[in-house]
């Protein structure tokens, strides 16, 4: 975190927890979408999908996004792809369907692993 201080994406890393942090401690029960947290956890689980190759990661970060946001299509898709990397083929597959009825776009980009 020291290297992004001052930086773009320091600020949004920072502006992300504290949005988390303040939905903690209000006791927020989340019923409500969290877009931007739910964002925010998603990227962070693309980034340890495509970059670290951290699929165990990638999936509770996913997962995360998921609970903020369940509309999340892309989260569901990036879970479903660490679970494909895992070879997790049913729970990947069980995402990539989810993904699909939130945005029928993605289906052709599944559709390899259907």
Known sequence: MERCR?????????????ILVSALMTG???TPPMPKVAQAYAE???AKLAVDRNYSGAIEDFT???EFDAN???AYLGRGMAYMKLGDADSARK????AVSLNPGLAPAVKPFQ
């Open 6 to 18: 001052g930086t773009a994406a320091g600020r949004y890393l920072r502006r992300a927890a504290c």
């Open 28 to 30: 927020c029960a989340l």
């Open 44 to 46: 962070r689980g693309q």
């Open 64 to 66: 995360q996004a998921i």
């Open 72 to 74: 999340n299509a892309g």
């Open 95 to 98: 995402d990539f369907r989810e």
